[in-house]
């Protein structure tokens, strides 16, 4: 294989054939892991020496982004409310809610909203209703985050790929 070096040499990419005059030629065997993860490799005296350090920022960083990926899924798939409704809150659900709570903060006649709901279809709220659906609904979206920050720090704590790897959202 051929790689290219960055200031720390490390592998800053590989190719079957040459990359120009920087290109370095390294011989390894076919299922080595450099193949797969060629970024986690430094050449060391010709060479090839795997950097656990890099490796461990490496698996953190795609942890953090998965983890990321799953709270807001979490908050986009929504809640059940005390009312024993489901209340989906995607981007439209959450403008939707604050305008909603808005205009009944600022007009005190509204007596009544609809809102859409996943098990019931559109309902009638009570001025009431609602505002106790939106502060779920915005407790909801704070404890996902919370939650998010939370592992986000505990992952960057942990001291092995296995236990980067073993973190979900739904364990922890």
Known sequence: MYTVLDQESRLHGISSSSLGEQSIKVDVHEDHEVLINP???????????????????????????????????????????????????NSYDQMNMLMQYQELMMDST???????????????????EFIQVYEEAKKHKDNQLTKYREMKRYVDNLETVEEVQAVTWDTY
């Open 110 to 128: 509204i007596d009544h909203v609809y809102v859409d709901t996943e098990n019931n279809g559109t309902i009638k709220h009570t001025r009431e």
């Open 39 to 89: 970024y986690i490799y430094r050449l060391v005296n010709g060479g090839l020496v795997r950097d656990d350090e890099k490796h461990l920022e490496e698996q953190k960083d795609m942890k953090k982004e998965e983890l990321k990926y799953e709270c807001e899924s979490s908050i986009l798939h929504g809640f059940v409310s005390l009312n024993g409704n489901h209340y989906r809150y």
